[in-house]
């Protein structure tokens, strides 16, 4: 099984900027995409952004041109660089992967997901 760690949650102010890191381990697995979502209460979990084997980013709209996803693909692990923070940005953070196991089974794996808030 994959497990994803997260990490970088936490308390900034409007204009501030945070960035959160994700890692992915627990066994034989290759992965493919690997991206991040968010969902704030009373709202649906949202696509933030997805980075794929070929280090191709797709964003959002509403984070395009302020937060940056990157990869390090030997280590599997991604990040989320935030910058230009929002009140509306407050959410729970999750990270996600799409994974390989053997020649037959493609899956989906999830973190926890970290808090990030923005206050005024």
Known sequence: ?????????????AGGSLTLSCAASGGTFRINAMGWYR????????LVATISSTHTA??????????TIT??????TVDLQM?????????V????TTYSHGPYLTLDAWGQGTLVTVSS
């Open 1 to 13: 099984q994959v497990h994803l760690v997260e990490s970088g949650g936490g308390l900034v102010q």
């Open 71 to 76: 990869r390090d693909t030997a280590k599997n």
């Open 93 to 96: 953070y999750y990270c996600k």
């Open 39 to 46: 969902q704030a209460p009373g709202k649906q979990r949202e």
């Open 58 to 67: 797709n964003y959002a709209d509403s984070v395009k041109d302020r937060f």
């Open 83 to 91: 910058n230009s923070l929002k009140p509306e940005d407050t959410a």
